[in-house]
Each structure stands twice: as C-alpha cells, then as structure tokens.
C-alpha cells in the first residue's frame, strides 16, 4: 500500500493492515511530518471499506518516544507550540473518533506523546520489557496533552504519581493500571495482535462502528444522559440486517454472514 518516507501501512491480511512508524534514528518522534502523515494514514484506513482493524507499532528499538525534541526546542513562538500541540491532538482524536478498531502493538519505550499514543488507541499490547512513562516533569514540561488520553484509562492517583515522578512503569504494572491489556514475549507479540485483530475483524463491522462510537460519547455524559443516548443507540443497532442476521443465526444455531449493513 502507498507509503510515506517514515510512515508506511502493511496489509497483514484482506481485513487487517499495519501502520508502522519508521523514523528509528528519533525513536519514531512524533514530528510535524509523522503526525501529518499518521493522520493521512489513518484517515486513508479508516476509509477504506476492505480494512477492519488497523494495528500501529513502531520500528527499530521502541514504539515511539513522543515529540521531536530537537523539532520542539527550535520552534521558539507559542503559535508554533500550539500548531504542534493542535496536531498530535487531531492524531488522537482521529485514532478515537475513527470508524475502526486500533490496536497499539508496542515494544521498547512508549513515553510522553508515545504513551498517549498507546492510551488513546481502544486495545494496546506489549512486549513483557516495553516500558511506559510520562515523563515531561523531568524537563520542565509537564506532559498535560499526553495526560488527556492516559487519564482516561488509569486512575487519578496513579496519572498523578507519573507525571508528578516522570518515572516510566513497566508492561506488568502497566496491565494491572489499565493502561494496556496484556503483554508478551518479543516472538509471541505479533501473533497474539493478529489474533484478536481476526476475531475481531470476524464481526460485523457495522456494529463494531456503531459500537465504538457509542463507547467513547457515552463515558462522557452523564448517567442519565448516557442511558437515553446508549438506548437510542441499540434501537438503532438494532434496525441493521447485522443485528436482524446475528440474531436469527443464534437462534438457528448457525455461523452469521454479516452483510455490514
């Protein structure tokens, strides 16, 4: 599939493709140009209707330690700051508000903007020593963006201890806290991501949609509101031949073919 210079996507399978951050020399920064061209990628995935879970990794020694900050410190004015900030922001959100399940596949490092890269992402897995921090505070920068996605999966007094310490966390605790969902040795990572990329992949794609973005707009209501706009949701849901054919399969105890419609 097309490529950029530091940001490639690889077809895994018809279903499943792969984007991979290949700029090893900055530890995968996320540099004006990678963020511009993830953005592009994910945009490019999340439209095509062959794909149905997108995976993002990085190459070389670790997954990515956030901004360049060879980049950052050469900017000088607080518009540049913002532009740069605005940006991995959009990165997030599209990786959120995307139609597509995305799975961070992660080994070595994932610190400051690459751990919120890893937080924002709806499943994350790692190798058994990938390690995990937020560590802005230790070069006068607090990490307050990375902090948005991160504190939306672990609790207050753990966020707070990270970025308070700067001290990164290892695969272990970073499962028990929420921040990934398992971990793994190097050789068995790859084929326990494309594992549960196929199962998922395997359900309807409609519903995983409408999933997704139920999830994500519902955490941040109300509980009252939530229940109105989560049953509005499954009534919806319901009105798709996905549901129609889920449902008549189970009850004629046979495998559903999903119609993604």
């Known amino acids: 599939m097309e490529n950029s210079s530091n940001i490639s996507i690889k077809l895994l399978n018809k279903d499943i493709a792969s984007i991979i951050i290949k700029e090893p020399k900055t ?11 993830l ?53 997030m959100l599209q990786i959120v508000e995307g139609k597509k399940p995305v799975i961070a596949k992660v080994h070595g490092a994932a610190f400051a903007a690459g751990c919120q890269l890893v937080a924002s992402c709806d499943l994350a897995y790692s190798t058994n020593d990938a390690i995990f921090a937020t560590p802005g505070v ?27 310490t700067g001290d990164p966390i290892k695969a272990k605790y ?21 594992k549960i990329a196929k199962v998922i992949a395997s359900k309807s794609n409609l519903t995983i949609k409408i999933g997704k973005q139920t ?15 989560t049953s509005k949701m499954m009534a919806k849901n319901m009105m798709a031949m996905d549901a129609k054919e889920g449902i008549s399969a189970f009850l004629e105890k046979r495998i559903p073919k999903w119609k993604h419609k």
Request: hydrophobic content about 40%.
């Open 27 to 37: 530890y995968n920064a996320l540099s004006f140009k990678n963020l511009s061209d």
């Open 39 to 91: 953005i592009r990628a994910f945009k490019k995935l999340d439209d095509d209707k062959k794909i149905k879970v997108i995976i993002v990794e990085g190459s070389g020694k670790g997954f990515s330690a956030g901004h360049n900050l060879k980049e950052v410190n050469g900017l000088k004015k607080k518009t540049k700051y913002q532009k740069l900030f605005n940006l991995c922001s959009k990165l």
């Open 138 to 164: 230790n070069i006068g920068l607090f990490c307050s963006t990375p902090m948005v996605a991160i504190s939306r999966k672990v609790n207050r007094k753990i966020m707070m201890k990270m970025l308070l």
């Open 215 to 229: 999830f994500y707009k519902q955490l941040e209501m109300p509980l009252k509101k939530a229940y109105v706009y």
């Open 174 to 194: 970073a499962k028990e806290i929420g921040l990934i969902n398992d971990y793994f040795t190097k050789p068995q990572l790859d084929k326990k991501v494309l």
